[in-house]
């Protein structure tokens, strides 16, 4: 659990006191006002991540408070504590900004709960601010956004094998981004002033894809009207990226391996070879090895392009990535659209990153383009995303989803929920309080109290 900086703000400073005492417990810093303008004098001169409030005020109507308050600190959650039968307040509350609200006496789990999910909330919503911030002013030089670890390896290696001329074989699940990766290993090369030729191999009909990269000569099929120069003459000085390799037919194989070999290209209907001076770099989103030992790809040409590898990490293995992508691709569908001023919201943030995203970067781009051809508001809503993700259950929830029909106390469904953790760790208390947030010390105090020390 990350410690956060919370505000309580109470007439009765014996309510006060034991707030601060139970956030103090919780491994929080709080500090306490019974007097509402004290508290905006307060937050006007510290930064705060709550303010944990009653709804009830002498100095002051709350609903104005909350107006104040916010004008000081436009993000800050406020969690209002009231007492039994107050819910037309409550509701009034909640419209004027309110982030949640807690019934009287307070159940110490419950404001725990509650206060933890109120300062991620602002920490989401920071950082979904500052990212918005470094996506307006400055696009990275290689195309490559993030700086995941994982993507970060890949960059380093475009980085070491960019100046050579070496053949280079990207792999990765479809929608990773590996044409970018190419595209990076192209503009940071020698060669980044010359042309930078694709093609798709799946996509061309393998009776026209010898034409398309060696080129053919006028009069040698019925349609060659013309002397057309191949892809592989046409990215001479730069690069050539042969997308989905596999996809090619084994006579075709053949064919690239000469050329690869040799370095010319025999035009089709032509007597002669033509020499080409293009790097070369493919990708395929199988498991090329795989394809080698079935018999599907030849092996001679497998060595051939696969002098240098590069895997593109998942959308899954570079989570810290999502929210950087979302904005890149909500500034460039909202510039298309017209849509000018849109923004993620922090519940929206919270869905993408929740979402194991199987589809990769790509489906993500679809996302935020669906989103924000049907976004009313200046925020996306989760209503704004498509129903699978809006539906997606987290791992950590399936978990206790089992139980999810049985009535149970909190108290209880966390003590099974600890006790899970615990089994599926293997017995590591540190690895299991991390993965519950929270710290070692008070994971060993719920222990205790639940009677789990062994």
């Known amino acids: 659990m990350t410690a956060a900086r919370i505000l309580c703000v109470d007439h009765d400073q014996s309510h006060n006191d034991a707030l601060l005492a139970l956030l103090t417990e919780l491994g929080h810093v709080a500090v306490s006002s019974v007097s509402p303008l004290r508290a905006l004098e307060i937050v006007a001169a510290e930064p705060f991540d709550v303010v944990v409030t009653h709804l009830a005020m002498t100095e002051m109507d709350s609903m104005e408070f909350f107006a104040r308050l916010h004008g000081t600190q436009p993000d800050i959650p406020i969690v209002v504590l009231t007492g039994q039968g107050s819910m037309d307040a409550v509701i009034r ?21 509650c206060v933890a999910r109120a300062a991620a909330h602002r920490r989401l919503r920071i950082e979904v601010q500052q990212l918005r911030r470094v996506v307006s002013t400055r696009a990275p030089q290689d195309g490559l956004v993030g700086a995941s670890p994982a993507l970060e390896q890949v960059r380093d290696l475009v980085g070491r094998v960019a100046r050579s001329d070496a053949s280079v ?39 026209l894809l010898e034409s398309e990269l060696f080129g053919h000569v006028r009069g040698a099929f019925t349609d060659a009207r013309s002397t057309r120069r191949g892809l592989f003459v046409a990215a001479s000085g730069g690069t050539l990226f042969l997308d989905e390799i596999a996809e090619m037919e084994a006579p075709m194989q053949t064919k690239l391996l000469r050329v690869l070999q040799e370095r010319t290209v025999r035009p089709v209907g032509a007597d002669s070879d033509v020499a080409y001076d293009a790097r070369i770099v493919s990708a395929t989103h199988r ?18 392009i696969n002098v240098v590898k590069i895997t593109v990490p998942t959308l899954r ?33 919270e869905r993408l990153l929740a979402y194991h995203w199987p589809g990769n970067v790509r489906e993500l781009e679809n996302c935020i383009e669906g989103a924000v051809a049907l976004a009313r508001f200046t925020d996306l809503t989760i209503e704004d995303l498509p129903e699978k993700i809006r539906a997606y259950r987290s791992d950590a929830f399936v978990m206790i989803a089992d139980e999810a029909h049985e009535i149970v106390s909190l108290e209880t469904l966390e003590q099974r929920y600890i006790t899970r953790v615990i089994k599926i760790v293997g017995g590591n208390k540190a690895r299991a309080a991390t993965l519950l947030g929270l710290d070692r010390r008070t994971l060993y105090r719920r222990l205790e109290r639940y009677g789990l020390e062994s």
């Open 93 to 113: 509350a909640l419209r004027a900004g309110a982030y949640d609200f807690l019934t009287k006496p307070v159940d110490p789990s419950l404001l725990a709960a």
């Open 169 to 207: 074989l990207i792999c990765g699940e479809t929608g990773t981004g590996k044409e970018l990766v190419a595209r990076a290993l192209h503009g940071t090369s020698e060669r980044s002033s010359n042309a930078f030729v694709a093609i798709n191999c799946a996509a061309i009909p393998s009776n």
């Open 287 to 304: 498991d090329l090895e795989k394809e080698v030992e079935s018999g599907r790809f030849r092996q001679d040409l497998y060595f051939r």
């Open 317 to 349: 293995e570079r989570r810290a990535d999502i929210l950087s992508l979302a904005e890149l691709f909500l500034a460039r569908a909202t510039a298309r659209s017209g849509k000018a001023g849109i923004r993620i919201s922090p519940e929206v943030a």
